[in-house]
């Protein structure tokens, strides 16, 4: 399974629109990008998953370039709520499909 | 909708005891696992399952076992608990087809002491 990293941190504001980006270099052909998101003593949540171009939901955008090798999730207009963990992972097909790998993920903080 | 529910969500146990976190899913899921996280990190994968008899290991499997004897059970068993194994531990579950989404259960917080 393809490592990813990103920030470990970031802060915002109200209001503002928040971009994530996660980079996955190893990435395989039949993989999927895959966004949880984690508020303190709760399990992770899926918030969106893409494989390439851009993919929208009620909560997020990602963007996924061409080669595949980062991602970027796009929070629109935060609000003190969406202060969690914001984890990045790469979900393989085939027998693989069963593991979700989780990194260190990326802790947002949004401020009044 | 219950979804994954786990339990207990609260345990304290001596080092060298053994016991058993529950894991029970109702939506018929193939894909069952089990996460621990420590303070400050991320989830690391323990066991996971595609289907009921069929279990495999993860990252930090030493010193858990799992079994799937059915769809809807997966417990995870501490064979003689240590200190190493505080941690809260969760299980998910998803679909092999259709969907990607995984579902979390609340977390079983185990304290060795």
């Known amino acids: 399974l393809a490592k990813t990293t990103q920030p470990i941190s970031m802060d915002s504001y109200e209001g503002q629109e928040v971009n994530i980006t996660c980079s996955h270099n190893n990435i395989a052909t039949n993989d999927y990008i895959t966004w949880y998101q984690q508020f303190p003593s709760q399990g992770p949540r899926f918030i969106i998953q893409g494989y390439k171009t851009k993919v929208t939901n009620e909560v997020a955008s990602l963007f996924i370039p061409a080669d595949r090798k980062s991602s970027t999730l796009s929070l629109p207009r935060v609000s003190l709520s969406d202060t969690a963990v914001y984890y990045c992972l790469v979900r393989g097909g085939g027998t693989s499909y069963g593991k979700l790998t989780f990194g260190q993920g990326t802790i947002l903080t949004v401020h009044p | 909708n219950a979804g994954v529910t786990q339990t207990p969500k609260f345990q304290v146990l001596k080092t060298g005891q053994s016991m058993t976190l529950q894991c029970a899913q109702d939506?018929?899921?193939?894909?069952m696992s089990w996460y621990r996280q420590d303070p400050g990190m991320g989830l690391r994968l323990i066991h996971y399952s595609v289907g009921a008899g069929i279990t495999d290991q993860g990252e930090v499997p030493n010193g858990y076992n799992v079994s799937r004897s059915t769809t809807e059970d997966f417990p995870l068993r501490l064979l003689s608990a240590a200190p190493s194994q505080t941690s809260v531990y969760f299980c998910a579950s998803r679909t092999g087809t259709g969907g990607p989404e995984a579902f979390f259960g609340q977390g079983t917080r185990l304290t060795v002491v």
């Open positions: 939506m018929n899921h193939e894909y």
